[in-house]
Protein backbone atom coordinates (compact mmCIF):
# COMPACT_ATOMS: atom_id res chain seq x y z
CA UNK A 1 0.00 0.00 0.00
CA UNK A 2 2.84 2.25 0.15
CA UNK A 3 5.72 3.16 -2.46
CA UNK A 4 9.33 1.06 -3.09
CA UNK A 5 10.97 4.01 -1.69
CA UNK A 6 9.27 4.17 1.38
CA UNK A 7 9.56 0.87 1.62
CA UNK A 8 13.36 0.65 1.36
CA UNK A 9 13.17 3.50 3.14
CA UNK A 10 11.84 1.65 6.37
CA UNK A 11 14.06 -1.67 5.79
CA UNK A 12 16.81 0.94 5.51
CA UNK A 13 16.40 3.06 8.96
CA UNK A 14 15.13 -0.26 10.65
CA UNK A 15 18.07 -2.42 9.37
CA UNK A 16 20.74 0.50 9.65
CA UNK A 17 22.63 -0.38 6.29
CA UNK A 18 21.98 -0.90 2.73
CA UNK A 19 23.61 -4.83 2.92
CA UNK A 20 21.69 -5.63 5.82
CA UNK A 21 18.04 -4.00 4.13
CA UNK A 22 19.22 -6.00 1.12
CA UNK A 23 19.26 -9.52 2.50
CA UNK A 24 16.25 -8.45 4.65
CA UNK A 25 14.45 -7.42 1.16
CA UNK A 26 15.97 -9.35 -1.39
CA UNK A 27 16.81 -7.29 -3.65
CA UNK A 28 20.06 -5.51 -4.47
CA UNK A 29 22.03 -3.17 -2.55
CA UNK A 30 22.33 -1.20 -5.78
CA UNK A 31 18.72 -0.98 -6.34
CA UNK A 32 17.99 0.29 -2.64
CA UNK A 33 20.49 2.62 -2.83
CA UNK A 34 18.95 4.33 -6.15
CA UNK A 35 15.84 4.16 -4.50
CA UNK A 36 17.06 6.15 -1.45
CA UNK A 37 18.38 8.43 -3.59
CA UNK A 38 15.71 9.57 -5.36
CA UNK A 39 13.33 9.73 -2.01
CA UNK A 40 16.19 12.39 -1.03
CA UNK A 41 15.95 14.23 -3.99
CA UNK A 42 12.18 14.39 -3.63
CA UNK A 43 12.24 15.40 -0.10
CA UNK A 44 14.91 17.59 -0.76
CA UNK A 45 17.25 17.10 1.67
CA UNK A 46 19.43 13.67 2.71
CA UNK A 47 17.73 11.66 5.27
CA UNK A 48 21.03 9.43 6.31
CA UNK A 49 23.82 10.25 8.03
CA UNK A 50 26.75 7.86 5.97
CA UNK A 51 28.95 6.13 7.64
CA UNK A 52 31.62 2.99 6.87
CA UNK A 53 29.59 0.51 8.68
CA UNK A 54 26.13 1.58 8.21
CA UNK A 55 23.60 4.80 7.51
CA UNK A 56 21.87 6.32 10.67
CA UNK A 57 18.89 8.95 10.27
CA UNK A 58 19.94 12.33 10.80
CA UNK A 59 17.30 14.56 11.86
CA UNK A 60 15.41 15.30 8.50
CA UNK A 61 15.34 10.87 8.55
CA UNK A 62 13.75 10.73 11.76
CA UNK A 63 10.96 13.06 11.22
CA UNK A 64 10.26 11.62 8.04
CA UNK A 65 10.14 8.55 9.40
CA UNK A 66 7.96 9.22 12.17
CA UNK A 67 5.42 10.89 10.00
CA UNK A 68 5.58 7.75 7.30
CA UNK A 69 5.20 5.46 10.26
CA UNK A 70 2.48 7.41 11.40
CA UNK A 71 0.41 7.27 7.63
CA UNK A 72 0.52 3.76 7.63
CA UNK A 73 -0.54 3.12 11.19
CA UNK A 74 -3.83 5.62 9.92
CA UNK A 75 -3.87 3.49 7.26
CA UNK A 76 -4.20 0.46 9.06
CA UNK A 77 -6.93 1.75 11.33
CA UNK A 78 -9.11 2.60 8.05
CA UNK A 79 -8.52 -0.73 6.43
CA UNK A 80 -9.49 -2.15 10.06
CA UNK A 81 -12.89 -0.26 10.43
CA UNK A 82 -13.16 -0.85 6.53
CA UNK A 83 -13.08 -4.59 6.87
CA UNK A 84 -15.25 -4.10 10.26
CA UNK A 85 -12.33 -5.36 12.47
CA UNK A 86 -13.26 -2.65 15.23
CA UNK A 87 -16.57 -4.76 15.96
CA UNK A 88 -14.21 -7.04 17.40
CA UNK A 89 -14.58 -10.12 14.70
CA UNK A 90 -11.67 -10.89 14.01
CA UNK A 91 -8.18 -8.65 14.85
CA UNK A 92 -4.80 -8.58 15.96
CA UNK A 93 -3.25 -6.81 19.25
CA UNK A 94 0.29 -5.52 19.18
CA UNK A 95 1.33 -5.61 23.10
CA UNK A 96 5.07 -4.79 24.27
CA UNK A 97 6.17 -5.24 27.51
CA UNK A 98 9.21 -5.78 29.78
CA UNK A 99 10.46 -9.42 30.97
CA UNK A 100 8.60 -9.39 34.26
CA UNK A 101 5.38 -9.02 33.12
CA UNK A 102 5.86 -11.81 30.17
CA UNK A 103 6.52 -14.39 32.88
CA UNK A 104 3.13 -15.05 33.13
CA UNK A 105 0.94 -12.19 33.63
CA UNK A 106 0.51 -10.74 29.96
CA UNK A 107 -0.06 -14.54 28.68
CA UNK A 108 -2.49 -14.43 31.70
CA UNK A 109 -4.29 -12.12 30.53
CA UNK A 110 -4.33 -12.88 27.07
CA UNK A 111 -5.57 -15.99 27.50
CA UNK A 112 -8.40 -15.06 29.86
CA UNK A 113 -9.16 -11.88 27.44
CA UNK A 114 -9.67 -14.37 24.54
CA UNK A 115 -12.14 -16.61 26.70
CA UNK A 116 -14.14 -13.44 26.01
CA UNK A 117 -13.65 -12.61 22.95
CA UNK A 118 -12.10 -15.58 20.87
CA UNK A 119 -12.07 -13.79 18.08
CA UNK A 120 -8.78 -11.25 19.13
CA UNK A 121 -5.02 -12.35 18.53
CA UNK A 122 -1.72 -11.07 19.79
CA UNK A 123 1.35 -10.46 19.30
CA UNK A 124 3.63 -10.15 21.89
CA UNK A 125 7.00 -8.33 22.29
CA UNK A 126 9.09 -8.98 24.98
CA UNK A 127 11.70 -5.71 25.48
CA UNK A 128 13.74 -3.55 27.82
CA UNK A 129 11.76 -1.01 29.21
CA UNK A 130 13.90 1.86 26.86
CA UNK A 131 12.58 0.70 23.80
CA UNK A 132 8.58 0.22 24.66
CA UNK A 133 7.92 4.12 24.52
CA UNK A 134 9.59 4.61 21.20
CA UNK A 135 7.75 1.44 19.96
CA UNK A 136 4.55 3.35 20.90
CA UNK A 137 5.11 6.82 19.52
CA UNK A 138 6.04 4.62 16.18
CA UNK A 139 2.55 2.76 16.06
CA UNK A 140 4.57 -0.71 16.33
CA UNK A 141 2.71 -1.55 19.40
CA UNK A 142 -0.66 -0.76 20.59
CA UNK A 143 -0.98 -1.53 24.23
CA UNK A 144 2.51 -1.57 26.98
CA UNK A 145 2.95 -2.83 30.15
CA UNK A 146 6.17 -1.98 31.71
CA UNK A 147 7.81 -0.67 34.94
CA UNK A 148 8.30 2.45 35.58
CA UNK A 149 10.37 5.02 37.55
CA UNK A 150 9.03 8.06 35.88
CA UNK A 151 6.25 9.56 33.58
CA UNK A 152 7.21 9.18 29.93
CA UNK A 153 6.42 11.52 27.21
CA UNK A 154 4.00 10.97 24.71
CA UNK A 155 2.14 8.15 26.19
CA UNK A 156 -1.54 7.73 27.93
CA UNK A 157 -1.33 6.13 31.34
CA UNK A 158 -4.88 3.89 31.49
CA UNK A 159 -4.10 2.68 35.03
CA UNK A 160 -0.88 2.41 37.51
CA UNK A 161 -0.31 0.10 40.36
CA UNK A 162 2.58 0.75 42.60
CA UNK A 163 5.10 -2.32 42.13
CA UNK A 164 7.80 -2.33 45.12
CA UNK A 165 10.62 -4.50 44.87
CA UNK A 166 9.64 -7.54 47.01
CA UNK A 167 11.79 -10.89 47.88
CA UNK A 168 10.71 -13.67 46.75
CA UNK A 169 11.26 -17.45 48.31
CA UNK A 170 9.85 -20.90 48.72
CA UNK A 171 7.62 -20.89 51.83
CA UNK A 172 9.48 -22.93 53.69
CA UNK A 173 12.59 -20.94 53.49
CA UNK A 174 14.32 -20.08 56.89
CA UNK A 175 13.62 -15.94 56.17
CA UNK A 176 9.87 -17.06 55.66
CA UNK A 177 8.77 -16.25 58.62
CA UNK A 178 10.15 -12.95 59.79
CA UNK A 179 10.91 -9.60 59.42
CA UNK A 180 14.16 -9.38 56.62
CA UNK A 181 16.73 -6.96 56.52
CA UNK A 182 19.24 -6.87 53.24
CA UNK A 183 22.15 -8.38 55.18
CA UNK A 184 20.00 -11.56 56.23
CA UNK A 185 20.44 -12.27 52.94
CA UNK A 186 24.43 -12.73 52.59
CA UNK A 187 23.70 -16.22 54.20
CA UNK A 188 21.59 -17.34 51.22
CA UNK A 189 22.26 -17.80 47.52
CA UNK A 190 20.91 -14.82 45.73
CA UNK A 191 19.80 -14.72 41.94
CA UNK A 192 18.77 -11.42 40.39
CA UNK A 193 18.49 -10.12 37.64
CA UNK A 194 20.48 -8.18 35.19
CA UNK A 195 21.33 -4.64 35.89
CA UNK A 196 19.73 -2.92 33.05
CA UNK A 197 16.21 -3.75 34.46
CA UNK A 198 14.19 -1.19 37.09
CA UNK A 199 13.97 -3.73 39.59
CA UNK A 200 17.93 -4.30 40.16
CA UNK A 201 18.74 -1.19 39.95
CA UNK A 202 16.35 0.12 42.70
CA UNK A 203 17.59 -3.07 44.53
CA UNK A 204 21.10 -1.91 44.27
CA UNK A 205 20.50 1.29 45.52
CA UNK A 206 18.87 0.11 48.93
CA UNK A 207 21.91 -2.02 49.10
CA UNK A 208 24.28 1.18 48.83
CA UNK A 209 21.95 3.34 50.79
CA UNK A 210 22.73 0.90 53.69
CA UNK A 211 25.93 -0.60 52.99
CA UNK A 212 25.34 -3.50 52.40
CA UNK A 213 27.05 -5.63 49.58
CA UNK A 214 25.89 -8.99 48.19
CA UNK A 215 27.12 -10.68 45.29
CA UNK A 216 24.43 -13.06 43.60
CA UNK A 217 25.43 -16.53 42.81
CA UNK A 218 23.27 -16.28 39.29
CA UNK A 219 22.33 -13.16 37.15
CA UNK A 220 20.37 -13.41 33.85
CA UNK A 221 17.96 -11.12 31.91
CA UNK A 222 15.32 -13.69 32.09
CA UNK A 223 12.90 -14.07 35.05
CA UNK A 224 12.28 -17.93 33.68
CA UNK A 225 15.26 -18.55 34.66
CA UNK A 226 15.57 -16.99 38.11
CA UNK A 227 12.26 -18.65 38.73
CA UNK A 228 13.44 -21.98 37.77
CA UNK A 229 16.64 -21.74 40.15
CA UNK A 230 14.69 -20.42 42.80
CA UNK A 231 11.84 -23.42 43.06
CA UNK A 232 14.92 -26.05 42.31
CA UNK A 233 17.27 -24.12 45.29
CA UNK A 234 15.21 -24.39 48.18
CA UNK A 235 17.18 -21.52 50.20
CA UNK A 236 17.48 -19.34 47.70
CA UNK A 237 16.64 -16.11 46.93
CA UNK A 238 15.32 -13.67 43.99
CA UNK A 239 13.41 -10.56 43.46
CA UNK A 240 10.61 -9.06 42.04
CA UNK A 241 7.25 -6.79 41.72
CA UNK A 242 3.84 -9.21 42.71
CA UNK A 243 3.22 -8.94 39.24
CA UNK A 244 5.66 -10.79 38.11
CA UNK A 245 4.40 -13.94 39.90
CA UNK A 246 0.58 -12.67 40.22
CA UNK A 247 -0.89 -16.06 39.71
CA UNK A 248 1.29 -18.82 40.09
CA UNK A 249 2.59 -17.89 43.83
CA UNK A 250 -0.14 -20.14 45.31
CA UNK A 251 0.24 -23.29 43.41
CA UNK A 252 4.61 -23.38 43.19
CA UNK A 253 4.20 -22.11 47.15
CA UNK A 254 6.18 -18.97 46.80
CA UNK A 255 6.18 -16.06 49.53
CA UNK A 256 6.34 -12.51 48.58
CA UNK A 257 8.17 -10.49 51.78
CA UNK A 258 9.18 -6.80 51.43
CA UNK A 259 12.00 -5.38 53.61
CA UNK A 260 9.89 -1.86 54.00
CA UNK A 261 12.97 -0.07 52.34
CA UNK A 262 11.59 3.67 50.55
CA UNK A 263 13.92 3.59 47.59
CA UNK A 264 12.56 0.14 46.71
CA UNK A 265 9.10 1.30 46.47
CA UNK A 266 10.08 4.08 43.79
CA UNK A 267 7.90 2.28 40.65
CA UNK A 268 4.83 1.42 39.44
CA UNK A 269 3.45 -1.03 36.59
CA UNK A 270 1.66 0.75 34.31
CA UNK A 271 -0.78 0.14 31.12
CA UNK A 272 0.03 2.42 28.40
CA UNK A 273 -1.03 3.40 25.24
CA UNK A 274 -0.07 6.10 22.32
CA UNK A 275 -1.07 9.59 23.29
CA UNK A 276 -3.07 11.06 20.75
CA UNK A 277 -4.15 8.21 18.45
CA UNK A 278 -7.28 6.84 18.59
CA UNK A 279 -7.73 3.12 19.50
CA UNK A 280 -9.99 0.12 18.23
CA UNK A 281 -12.80 -1.36 20.05
CA UNK A 282 -10.61 -4.62 20.42
CA UNK A 283 -7.57 -2.39 21.75
CA UNK A 284 -10.38 -0.41 24.21
CA UNK A 285 -12.05 -3.85 25.54
CA UNK A 286 -8.27 -5.39 26.18
CA UNK A 287 -7.40 -2.52 27.86
CA UNK A 288 -10.32 -2.12 30.19
CA UNK A 289 -10.19 -5.61 30.70
CA UNK A 290 -6.55 -5.86 31.70
CA UNK A 291 -6.75 -2.75 34.54
CA UNK A 292 -9.44 -4.77 35.88
CA UNK A 293 -7.68 -7.68 35.90
CA UNK A 294 -4.75 -6.34 37.90
CA UNK A 295 -6.96 -4.06 40.35
CA UNK A 296 -8.54 -7.39 41.29
CA UNK A 297 -5.22 -9.36 41.31
CA UNK A 298 -3.42 -6.84 42.86
CA UNK A 299 -5.42 -6.43 45.94
CA UNK A 300 -6.02 -9.88 46.70
CA UNK A 301 -1.95 -10.37 46.94
CA UNK A 302 -1.66 -7.78 48.96
CA UNK A 303 -4.28 -9.00 51.22
CA UNK A 304 -2.51 -12.59 51.02
CA UNK A 305 0.82 -11.42 51.82
CA UNK A 306 0.19 -8.56 53.89
CA UNK A 307 1.85 -6.19 51.24
Known amino acids: MHSTEIRYFLAVASCGSLSAASQQLFVAVSAISRQIQRLETQVGCPLFERHARGMVLNDAGKIFENHVRRSLLDMEHALA ?37 PGVSFHLNVVDTQQIAALLSRGECDVALQFSLFAEPAVDVAGSWPAPVLLVMQRDHPLASRQIRLSDLQAYPLALPHTGTTVRQLFDLACQMGGTFLEPVLTCNNFSTLHTFLMQTPLAVTICSQFSVMYPQVEQELILKSPGIEQMSQRSLQVQTASGRKPTQAQTLFVEFACRELQRQDRQIREAFAL
Open 81 to 117: EIKGLTAVRRTALRVACTDGAAFSLLPLLCSRFRQQR
